[in-house]
């Protein structure tokens, strides 16, 4: 949710923020900004709609801007519409600001600073924290202190970049809860919200704290703690490399992260499983915990959600452990009824979504044990709960998820294996056989499904042409359903709805008419033939169907119009080709809509906003 970058160093900023920016973008893509200086000035240039809008304008404006100190951000607007004047960086004489989060109190700062004669030409909070650091600048004359005395100040969440007109060459930043991390290369050093966008320069990496201050210039980066205490930082040398942040080939992003899904799937088990599976363990998640735990909750977002929705399948399924699952944003507010010896799983990708986090804080308040499910590593989430499982999807660069959401998956089937085995429900041997089905079968299966994408091609360009479409499953199969559901709408735009499948008569089925597109999706075979019912009852209805199955599942011919089979694999693991296929299927759809798939409309990919 908006993207920061600056650097200063021995090279023209220039094209080094607009190619950072770009790397950014998948994380917010309205407007965007870049400020540099340049004869003894600050120079900023921003504009409404994409990196590419902005670089024109640098270009056609402003040819042969060159400086070797800036910053950047590229905005997913909170505060005011997507326009030139409420792009970021927000510049007054003396300060230009970047900014990641939300200033809660900004309207109150924003009457303060009118009543002492400052004027506000954007609707944004951001602009507020530059022109009340910009006050301070004038009452302290220090650049310091008049950040720290704007930060006691601001409420809400924040990663700034700051720089100051009389301080040429240098950059400050500060964060809380949104991420930032500093770079140092062999020519200069970089802030960023995320490491892809220094990639191509470094892979030494400080990933800053709360509270935390960096200073940086040409040669060094400093940092200072909340009381203004210097600190030392060791840097981290990231394993990310750049082939992981390219489209490698691949027409979107999307696309190669559906094909990736077989080695992270395989990356992320090995990395669980160690020697044997009752190794595998988060810190602190003790067979006696296990044992005595009653309930479970899991709370993410959106697709994260979903995982949790399969999770708590597998959970209760193999350890027999109730799981409540909550959409993160409402278990904070809903006063959740919970147990000392509950233990609480948070999910993210990003672990940066802001409410996913404040879930986690919640649940760590009320002395639940907690587990991070979480892909990036030191992210907020991962850091601040007590243990944390890495899933290895490696870099997710389209907003649409796909390989983090198989990932998840997988990881909770995991510890409903592990959790199964403490509380006396499952054997080793039966584990071993299971996590080899993982490694081993359902990757080579996932191959299949990619191989022979060309039916799931056919029958989207029918899809496409709905603008109403229903997905129908039951029990693993209604998760699956809904994430179905939201990864089609999300990129295609086309409404659809997840149903429970035998729900649909308790209402919905009113809105099924002649050609009503109903994509139904069988992987629970014990459960086929109601689901099969469910079927007909639409089709009854003139809905057109397409079912997406288990190939073990012999459906009655006249039951739908497509059929995509998809490879069985053993234990209820069928899902994952079941995920493959439906993930497709909204590509494909999108695609054939003319979409932009890697940037849908309005979102962007880690929301650490409330
Ligand atoms: C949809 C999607 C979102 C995220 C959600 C949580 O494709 O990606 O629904 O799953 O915003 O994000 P994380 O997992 O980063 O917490």
Request: include cysteine.
């Given at each position: 949710m908006c993207g920061i970058i600056g650097y200063t160093g021995r090279k023209n900023a220039v094209p080094i923020l607009l190619d950072g920016l770009k790397a950014l973008e998948y994380r917010g893509y309205d407007s965007s900004g870049i400020s540099v200086f340049q004869d003894g000035r600050i120079t900023t240039v921003k504009s409404k709609g994409r990196i590419e809008e902005n670089e024109k304008k640098v270009n056609n404006e402003y040819p042969g801007l060159y400086s070797t100190c800036?910053?950047?951000?590229?905005?997913w607007a909170t505060h005011g519409e997507?326009?030139?004047?409420?792009?970021?960086?927000?510049t007054t004489e003396n300060v230009s600001l970047v900014h990641n989060g939300i200033i809660e109190n900004y309207a109150e700062i924003r009457s303060e600073l009118c009543n002492k004669g400052y004027t506000f030409i954007s609707e944004t909070d951001t602009e507020a924290a530059c022109l009340l650091i910009d006050s301070l600048y004038r009452e302290s004359h220090d650049h310091l202190t008049a950040i720290k005395t704007a930060l006691r100040r601001i409420k809400g969440s924040y990663a700034f970049g700051i720089m100051f007109g009389d301080n040429p060459g240098k950059i400050y930043a500060v964060k809380k809860d949104s991420p930032l991390i500093c770079a140092v290369s062999e020519h200069g050093a970089f802030i960023a919200s995320d490491i892809t966008a220094v990639l191509k320069h470094t892979r030494e990496i400080y990933i800053m704290n709360d509270g935390e201050t960096a200073e940086l210039s040409a040669d060094s980066v400093t940092f200072c703690d909340a009381e203004g205490k210097h600190i030392s930082k060791s840097p981290e040398i990231t394993e990310l490399s750049m082939e992981q942040a390219e489209k490698s080939g691949f027409a979107h992003?999307?696309?190669?992260?559906?094909?990736?899904?077989?080695?992270?799937i395989k990356r992320t088990v090995a990395s669980l499983i160690l020697n044997d599976i009752t190794s595998y363990t988060a810190p602190g998640l003790t067979a006696d915990r296990i044992k005595n735990c009653r309930h479970?909750?899991?709370?993410?977002?959106?697709?994260?959600?979903h995982a949790g929705l399969v999770g708590k399948y597998f959970i209760e399924k193999n350890a027999r452990i109730g799981v409540n699952v909550e959409i993160a944003s409402e278990f904070r507010y809903k006063n959740p009824v919970i147990d000392k010896d509950d233990i609480f799983i948070a999910i993210s990708q990003s672990g940066e979504t802001a409410d996913t986090l404040a879930a986690l804080r919640l649940a760590k308040e009320s002395g639940l044990f907690t587990i991070a499910v979480v892909n990036v590593k030191g992210s907020a989430i991962a850091r601040e709960a007590d243990g944390?499982?890495?899933t290895q999807a490696g870099p997710e660069i389209a907003v649409?998820?796909?390989?983090?959401?198989t990932v998840q998956c997988c990881t909770l089937f995991m510890l409903s294996l592990l959790l199964g085995y403490h509380r006396g429900l499952m054997t080793k041997d039966v584990i071993n056989e299971r996590c080899r089905l993982l490694t081993d079968t359902a990757p080579q299966k996932i191959n299949d499904v990619l191989k022979d994408s060309d039916k799931i091609l056919s029958i989207s360009k029918k899809i496409a042409e709905h603008e109403n479409i229903f997905f129908i499953g039951r029990c693993i199969d209604s998760s699956l359903a809904c994430e179905a559901s939201l990864k089609l709408k999300e990129i295609s735009y086309i409404h659809s709805e997840a149903y429970m499948a035998?729900?649909?008569?308790?209402?919905?089925i009113s809105l099924i008419k002649e050609g009503t597109p109903v994509i139904a999706i069988i992987t629970e075979n014990t459960l086929s033939e109601k689901t099969i019912s469910n079927i007909k009852e639409t089709a009854s209805r003139g809905a057109d169907i397409t079912v997406i199955c288990d190939e073990r599942i012999i459906l009655p011919?006249?039951?739908?119009?497509?059929?995509?089979y998809v490879p069985h694999i053993d234990s209820g693991l069928t899902f994952l080709t079941a995920t493959v296929a439906f993930q497709l299927l909204a590509y494909h759809t999108a695609n054939e809509r003319g979409c932009d798939i890697d940037k849908p409309r309005n979102l962007a990919k880690s929301v650490t906003v409330e």
């Open positions: 800036g910053t950047g951000h590229t905005r997507p326009s030139d004047i409420n792009s970021h960086p927000h992003f999307m696309l190669k992260e559906i094909h990736e899904q077989p080695q992270a479970i909750h899991i709370a993410a977002c959106g697709t994260a959600m944390v499982i890495y649409a998820s796909t390989k983090a959401y035998g729900e649909l008569k308790h209402g919905t011919k006249d039951v739908c119009s497509n059929i995509i």
